[in-house]
């Protein structure tokens, strides 16, 4: 199973960027997907996530800015990230939980990151 992460960059403060998240290799269903964040000296933080069924949790600091969805024909997730402001200059990393089989409970797998600058 692989993840694979695009759509970081550069933006001013105030703009927005969307992140994508493309699952591919043995995949029987996925549990859910999400995004976590970790900017220089901190620690990894979740950012938004979405289970299977459509329920989501989001940071309390990005919550009406972060806009979390999932394509499940594509086994996609995006993250719409609108207000940007320079705190949310970090590495944002792809997580889902995925089932490979039906004898499969399910692991974690994790993107390799994407850089996300906001600065003027």
């Known amino acids: 199973v692989q993840l694979v992460e695009s759509g970081g960059g550069l933006v001013q403060p105030g703009g927005s960027l969307r992140l994508s998240c493309a699952a591919s290799g043995s995949i029987f269903s996925i549990n859910a997907m999400g995004w976590y964040r970790q900017a220089p000296g901190k620690e990894r933080e979740l950012v938004a996530y979405?289970?299977?069924?459509?329920?989501?949790n989001y940071a309390d600091s990005v919550k009406c800015r972060f806009t979390i969805s999932i394509d499940n024909a594509k086994n996609t997730a995006y993250l719409q990230m609108d207000s940007l402001k320079p705190g949310d200059t970090a590495v944002y990393y792809c997580n889902a939980n995925i089932v490979k089989n039906d004898d499969d409970v399910g692991h974690n797998y994790w993107g390799q990151g994407t850089q996300v600058t906001v600065s003027s």
């Open positions: 979405m289970h299977k069924g459509g329920s989501t």
